[in-house]
C-alpha cells in the first residue's frame, strides 16, 4: 500500500516539474529590434528594454549622457 502512494506521489511531482518547464517559454518575448520589447516589456526607471542577441527582450540599464554628471 505504501508502494502505491509514493509511486502516485512521485507521478504528481514529475506531472508538475513538466508543466512548470513548458510555461518557462512564455516569460521570453521574441524580438529582432529593440523597439519591438517597448510594448512587451515593463521596465523600472533606470532599466530599459532591449532585444538581446535578436531573441528575447530583457531589461538592461542604458547608460546616457545625463548618467555622467560632473562635479
Known amino acids: 500500500m505504501a508502494e502505491i502512494v509514493k509511486y502516485v506521489y512521485v507521478i504528481i511531482i514529475f506531472l ?18 529593440d523597439s519591438e520589447c517597448l510594448n512587451l516589456l515593463y521596465c523600472r526607471t533606470p532599466l530599459k528594454p532591449k532585444c538581446m ?19
Request: aromatic share 18%.
Open 16 to 33: 508538475s516539474l513538466f508543466l512548470v518547464a513548458m510555461n518557462i517559454e512564455g516569460k521570453f518575448h521574441r524580438c529582432f529590434k
Open 53 to 71: 542577441y535578436r531573441t528575447f527582450c530583457k531589461c538592461k540599464v542604458v547608460f546616457t549622457s545625463n548618467v555622467y554628471v560632473l562635479t
